[in-house]
């Protein structure tokens, strides 16, 4: 993931701007994913900090990491909490020996970055670790059914300022997606990507997280999953 760094860094406010334009697309289901209260929850991967103010109104103590330091720096001027600590760093970093474990671990779309240095099953397994005995872990993810390409991301990226004016009919929010689907530093990300597809998502999380629910309606390259690890280790899809 420290490959992440430079990448979003040039594009952390121009990213902040299309995470506003799309937070619809998550908000509804995390409202309803996440539980309704408890002690302790992490944000992996938490950007902007743009989920992490869900975590805070329903937990007493809420981690949010992130390795782009510029994100952290947005979230920490525009989302700041008395009871969120925002931390640059590697989500693989934290671990249930330093950093304990959580009554929920909140993901979306960050694991798939890691999987052009990592093994998805090693992230996979590294996220469950930081889930206390009945936490919830809830991810949302990335998924792909095609092969990569510039050209592929270029026109998709069209296609995605298109379905936007059409969603929000506002050619502003259009052309913000359109103006980082396009942008030379997110096209070197998404040509990166080792996203998996859809089936193989559910295939290896399942095997991790034995009894999760899986959502796939949010968007066509979106995968959910929540799992709660329950007392006898084996995991549940209940609350």
């Not at 070197?188 to 991790?208: D, E, I, P, Q, Y």
Request: hydrophobic share 45%.
């Amino acid at each position: 993931m420290s490959a992440e760094s430079p990448l979003f860094n040039p594009i952390a406010a121009l990213y902040e701007r299309y995470a506003e334009v799309n937070d619809g697309v998550y908000r509804p289901f995390l409202h309803g994913a996440l539980p309704a209260a408890g002690d302790r929850a992490v944000d992996l991967g938490c950007g902007s900090g743009r989920f992490t103010g869900m975590l805070a109104d329903r937990y007493k103590h809420v981690v949010a990491v992130d390795i782009a330091d510029r994100e952290i720096d947005i979230a920490t001027r525009k989302r700041a909490r008395p009871n969120v600590t925002y931390r640059v760093a590697d989500l693989l970093d934290l671990t249930p020996d330093r950093d304990g474990r959580f009554d929920v671990v909140l993901s979306v779309n960050v694991l798939f970055n890691l999987f052009r240095d990592h093994d998805p099953d090693e992230v996979f397994h590294h996220v469950r670790s930081l889930v206390a005995p009945g936490g919830t872990a809830v991810i949302v993810d990335v998924v792909s059914a095609r092969s990569d390409s510039a050209l592929r991301h270029r026109w998709w990226g069209i296609v995605d300022a298109a379905r936007t004016f059409g969603r929000h009919r506002s050619a502003a929010a259009a052309w913000t997606v359109l103006r980082l689907r396009q942008h030379p530093v997110w096209m070197r990300h998404a040509r990166g990507n080792r996203s998996l597809t859809r089936a193989a998502f559910h295939k290896r999380c399942a095997a991790v997280y034995p009894g999760a629910r899986f959502t796939d309606r949010l968007d066509p390259f979106l995968c959910a999953v929540r799992w709660t690890n329950t007392a006898d280790g084996q995991g549940s899809a209940s609350a």
